[in-house]
């Protein structure tokens, strides 16, 4: 029994939007499995008075004073754009035309 | 499909159960993750930097008044506040985030559990009601996004999309509402009186300017119905609602338009609707291609938020007087009950009002003008009485003349529609349209005597000692003189032309 399903495997690469082959997903599938396998040993050995570790850094409350600065010039954030109108981002058709 | 039914039969037959989701947006001086101003209506993509870009190798670091801001939030809703708590990312493909994910918070928002306490007016006096916080939560503000290429400016039809990113980023704060049951009819106007509370409470913490229509206060609204002692109906979620006034009217269309569907025997499907300020209709939004799964997980470039006990008390030792207490006050102050109260605050004017009065103005005059003539015609206009173009010097000012006699009551009304047109001050308008109390005996009596002429049988009466018919004498001077004469004066002169005295 594997930790992921091919069909999982697919499904995660709809909303990442990858577009995966057929033989891709066997592959990923495959690697997929023995990660969380892994990931599945050490939960078998954290008991319950071990949390979850989500940040590798023991620290808290890493704030900043709320001051503004100024940002990029428009011309230098605008820069890397495939496309620009009326100074702003351009980006293509959000929704398909059927919907 | 089916047509609503009116509102006095859906609420007859079903309940609704409501609830809020308003985001604001906090009015702190640079974007949560980074230095970048928060000014609104700056040019497009002037208030963008590498980390509200989201462009590789940049580092969110958070801004320590959106933490103290959301903190003060909860705790004016009584919520509690968390000890320990993280941001999480929400991912999803959307060009109004340029990193393809939100970073917000998931199942550890900052403050839990709260309520605030709202007041509606009824026709047995006002009414409590308990609304529930279920979260209080800090996420990041998205893009603005503008459809070209449609005939409507929707994202339907559109050809493509254009991005200003200088919203994103912004702080926002979501506030959630557990579900409102057991309002009955009066569930649009809790709704209204809800999110009235909540501007009010944002405004005394000075956290955010809440301009509804700017967006710094937006608002949505959950709304189900179900039979009496049924399990509650699907829900849809109505956005784009704009003003408090829509708050009510989009709930009020909500419950119709469910109602017609259930009569006829079909289903409520779950979905976003949008709300129409112009026909006060809702329309379905985007259908959703697939579920939601936006794969939350802690958010890796933040460490986690822990704040100390004893900040924590020390902000709520620091908070201002609750909207409730302060409203207590001024009643006092003004001698009105709960019930005149409830009226100011729900028509939105309260605070209009309060400035009046600051500005000189009696508490009873600038009840009367805010309450009555200039709800009127804000209602008329379908705007918010706030955005009408009348100052509270404007009203001291009006309120001086009539106090000196240069204008009545009518007139009065003529100066503000004026000035509410745009054309000037209250003595801009008095000059430009000539409107002056007539005091000028002469043309008075001339005036009562032609009236007299005109009911010979009506002069005949109050000759005859029937004083109370001079009222329709004075009003045909009222008339004659456009209104421009002092009631009060027309009569006196009235009488002693006939020489019959007052009682």
């Known amino acids: 029994m594997s930790a992921i399903t091919r069909a999982e495997v697919a499904h995660l690469a709809r909303l990442a939007r990858l577009d995966l082959a057929e033989d891709e997903l066997d592959h990923y599938a495959e690697q997929l499995d023995v990660i969380l396998t892994s990931v599945a040993r050490v939960s078998e050995v954290a008991a319950d008075d071990i949390p979850p570790t989500s940040h590798p850094v023991p620290l808290v409350n890493v704030t900043r004073p709320d001051e503004a600065r100024p940002g990029l010039p428009r011309a230098d954030a605008l820069a890397a754009a495939p496309a620009v109108e009326d100074d702003r981002f351009r980006v293509p058709r959000i929704l398909e035309e059927e919907e | ?503």
Not at chain 2, 280 to 297: I, L, N
Not at chain 2, 362 to 378: Q, V
Not at chain 2, 433 to 458: M, N
Request: charged share 25%; proline share 6%.
């Open chain 2, 1 to 503: 499909m089916s047509a609503p039914i009116p509102y006095a039969e859906a609420v007859a037959e079903f309940e609704p159960v409501i609830g809020m989701e308003v985001h604001v947006e906090l009015g702190t001086e640079s974007k949560i993750f980074c230095g970048c101003p928060t000014a609104f209506g700056a040019p497009p993509n002037t208030q963008v930097c590498p980390v509200c870009l989201g462009l590789p190798g940049s580092m969110p670091v958070m801004n320590a008044m959106a933490i103290e801001s959301t903190i003060r939030i909860g705790l004016a809703l009584n919520c509690s506040i968390a000890e320990w708590c993280r941001m999480a990312r929400k991912n999803y493909f959307y060009p109004d985030m340029p990193k393809d994910y939100q970073v917000s918070q998931y199942d550890e928002p900052l403050c839990v559990d709260g309520y605030l306490d709202v007041t509606v007016p009824t026709d047995d006096g006002p009414m409590v009601v308990r609304v529930g916080i279920e979260r209080v939560h800090l996420e990041e503000d998205t893009g603005k996004l503008t459809h070209a290429g449609g005939a409507t400016g929707r994202i339907h039809g559109a050809d493509y999309s254009l991005v200003d990113y200088n919203r994103a980023g912004i702080p926002l704060v979501e506030i959630v509402t557990k579900p409102v049951t057991g309002t009955g009819a009066l569930a649009p106007e809790v709704a209204r009186a809800y999110v009235t509370e909540l501007r009010d409470i944002m405004r005394g913490l000075g956290v955010s300017d809440v301009k509804m229509e700017e967006g710094s206060l937006r608002c949505d609204a959950n709304v189900s119905l179900n039979l009496p002692g049924a399990e509650w109906g699907t829900r849809s979620e109505t956005k784009n609602v704009n003003s408090l006034r829509s708050v009510e009217r989009a709930v009020r269309s909500e419950i119709e338009r469910q109602a017609g569907v259930l009569k006829s025997g079909g289903r409520v499907v779950q979905e976003t609707r949008h709300f129409h300020e112009d026909t006060g209709v809702t329309t379905p939004g985007r259908s959703k291609e697939h579920a939601e799964d936006y794969r939350y997980f802690p958010e890796p470039d933040l460490v986690p938020i822990a704040p100390a006990r004893e900040w924590v008390e020390e902000l709520r030792r620091g908070l201002p007087e609750q909207p409730s207490v302060h409203r207590a006050r001024l009643a006092q102050a003004w001698g009105i009950g709960d019930f005149e109260m409830a009226t100011l605050v729900n028509a939105g004017v309260l605070e209009l009002v309060e400035a009046s009065v600051a500005a000189g103005v009696a508490p009873d005059a600038a009840r009367k003008w805010w309450a009555g003539e200039f709800t009127r015609i804000a209602n008329e206009s379908g705007v918010e009485p706030a955005s009408l173009a009348v100052t509270p010097a404007d009203i001291a000012r009006v309120e001086e003349l009539i106090a000196s006699g240069a204008l009545n009551d009518k007139l009065a009304r003529q100066v503000f529609e004026g000035v509410i047109a745009g054309e000037g001050t209250p003595d801009e308008v008095v000059a430009a349209r000539g409107l002056a109390v007539v005091s000028d005996d002469g043309a008075l009596l001339s005036a009562i005597d032609e009236a007299l002429a005109a009911q010979p049988d009506v002069a005949e009466k109050i000759r005859g000692g029937k004083v109370q018919a001079a009222g329709a004498i004075v009003g045909a001077v009222m008339k004659a003189t456009r209104g421009q004469a002092d009631a009060g004066k027309v009569r006196e002169l009235l009488l002693e032309r006939l020489g019959v005295s007052d009682s």
